[in-house]
């Protein structure tokens, strides 16, 4: 079995099986690809059925030099899948990853930001130009609903069910959700809609999708990522945000002001409640409140302070 047969398999299978996003097959084929590119090089090239753990470990520490340890783990991660793939379609007896082992990671968390900095960067925004009522839409979509950036500019306007209060949101791996959107929301993507977005000619393709550019293109993921970064010079925010700041910003502000985790979990998106978990940090004074709200003895002190006074 050629590795070019192998690596397609792996990408249906990807697909097809395990239902992942385009991005995320694309990450495992690079992945692999730069595992294929380091083969050539040797001067026997072993096939998917018989390569060996020291060939791979002797793989992953070339590559892995110029590679940070989340990369380094992703990387490892993607060969992990890929031989299980192989074990699971019976090309292989055995996983030659087993005894790989990947670097400690430490947790980091982006930052996040208060309504009032959402606020300030709202306030500067030209909104003299059609492109800024739709900036000023797409923060408070993403800041609103806690979007990902891949799913606002694939945002259908036949997604939008406002007069119901939800948006239909296709996520990863092709999987909709339904996410509730507040009243600020729908009044502002109304408001671009029938002022802003009805005054653009899309282009065919694009008819049907709620955020365009000049010229009725949807817009890339790119444009997002320079809007906020322009915006965040011109308040002078040393923060280094995204549009997942927006996403993070709103799962914390839920989560600090008592929303449950695993409705959190449900508007997000997240297939596990440990991926949300790491995207909402907490703090120990959050902390301390909720135990003091809700620990079990909590009852019964104030019952017995009740009955000593």
Request: with cysteine.
């Amino acid at each position: 079995m050629s590795w070019q047969k192998s690596i397609q398999d792996f990408k249906n299978f990807l697909r097809i099986e395990r239902g992942l996003a385009d991005n995320s097959v694309e990450s495992y084929q690079q992945d692999l690809k730069k595992l294929v590119f380091f083969l050539e090089l040797l001067s026997v090239r072993p096939s998917p059925q018989n390569i060996d753990a020291a060939t791979l470990k002797g793989f992953v520490y070339e590559v892995g030099k110029e590679l940070k340890p989340r990369s380094q783990a992703r990387l490892i991660s993607s060969l992990r899948s890929f031989f299980d793939f192989l074990v699971y379609d019976s090309y292989r007896e055995d996983n030659p990853t087993d005894l790989l082992e990947s670097p400690q990671i430490g947790r980091t968390l982006p930052d996040t930001l208060s309504n009032s900095e959402i606020d300030d960067l709202i306030a500067a925004i030209d909104l003299s130009h059609p492109q800024g009522e739709r900036n000023k839409t797409i923060i408070e979509t993403i800041y609103g609903c806690g979007l990902r950036v891949s799913e606002l500019i694939n945002l259908q306007l036949s997604d939008l069910h406002l007069e119901q209060g939800y948006l239909r949101i296709l996520g990863k791996g092709n999987k909709y959700r339904i996410v509730p959107i507040h009243q600020s929301t729908i009044d502002q993507l109304l408001y671009y809609i029938d002022s802003i977005r009805s005054k653009t000619q899309a282009i065919p393709a694009d008819e049907d999708t709620v955020f365009l550019n000049r010229r009725g293109k949807r817009l890339t993921r790119q444009m997002i990522f320079i809007i906020l970064k322009d915006l965040a010079t011109k308040i002078n925010l040393k923060k280094k945000i995204g549009p997942h700041t927006l996403r993070h910003s709103f799962a914390t502000y839920l989560l600090q002001n008592g929303a449950d985790l695993r409705i959190i979990q449900q508007i997000l998106g997240h297939e596990s409640i440990t991926t949300t978990e790491i995207y909402v940090h907490l703090d120990n004074s959050y902390l301390k409140e909720v135990v003091a709200s809700y620990h079990p003895r909590s009852e019964r002190q104030d019952r017995e302070r009740t009955e000593k006074n």
